[in-house]
């Protein structure tokens, strides 16, 4: 119960602890937003290395941050085991803890800085490109690799870069940066210019 108490005011439930148990080759964990996790023993860093009575020998934190192994010294959390296994959830996780309205502006910065066109990222259409950066959808670990692609980096890198970004741009006039981005962009582009100019919107006086 403790453990459960100690997970729900985490700002991230899953990575507490609620229970962990040994199943044949796994270690099946239940995280402190009640879903239960499979890790094969063979893909844990260190614990694999552990004889299999070793392997056993674990307790649960006593506030679910960590399993232990007294045998070897040997932490290891949620986090450590999620990366080990499924390296992509958590970078969803760190995608979606970002506001929308950030991620877009980054995405944008990012692209321009390199002067590529919303049509220069292999495998997301042109469209789609253009619905990330003007809010209307998601940034998903797929199309965040996409990016990371185009952009010459592993995703990594791009998640690194784009935390940079996003930190920067918190309470620093992302709205007048966004609009002229979206001048240069359209003038590059050939679009034209988003308002007229003062000269053309006075000729109809």
Wanted: aromatic residues 6%.
């Amino acid at each position: 119960m403790k453990r459960l108490v100690i997970a729900l005011r985490r700002s991230a439930p899953w990575e507490g602890i609620l229970d962990a148990y040994l199943l044949e080759e796994s270690l099946v964990v239940v995280l402190g937003d009640m879903s239960v996790r499979e890790f094969p023993i063979g893909r844990l860093p260190r614990v694999r290395r552990f004889e299999p009575t070793v392997v056993s020998r674990f307790v649960v934190d006593s506030a679910g941050s960590y399993l232990y192994w007294p045998d070897r010294d040997v932490h290891m959390g949620p986090s450590q085991m999620l990366q080990a296994v499924d390296p992509m959830f958590l970078s969803d996780v760190e995608i979606r803890r970002y506001e929308m309205e950030n991620v877009s502006q980054a995405l944008l910065d990012m692209r321009s800085d390199r002067q590529l066109k919303q049509s220069d990222i292999p495998g997301l259409s042109e469209r789609h490109v253009r619905r990330l950066e003007k809010e209307n959808v998601r940034l998903t670990v797929e199309a965040a690799t996409r990016f990371a692609s185009a952009f010459d980096m592993t995703l990594s890198e791009f998640l690194d870069e784009l935390s940079r970004r996003i930190t920067g741009l918190r309470g620093i006039g992302g709205s007048d940066r966004r609009c002229d981005l979206m001048l240069i962009e359209q003038t590059r582009t050939g679009g034209g210019a988003p308002f007229p100019s003062p000269k053309a919107a006075g000729s109809g006086q």
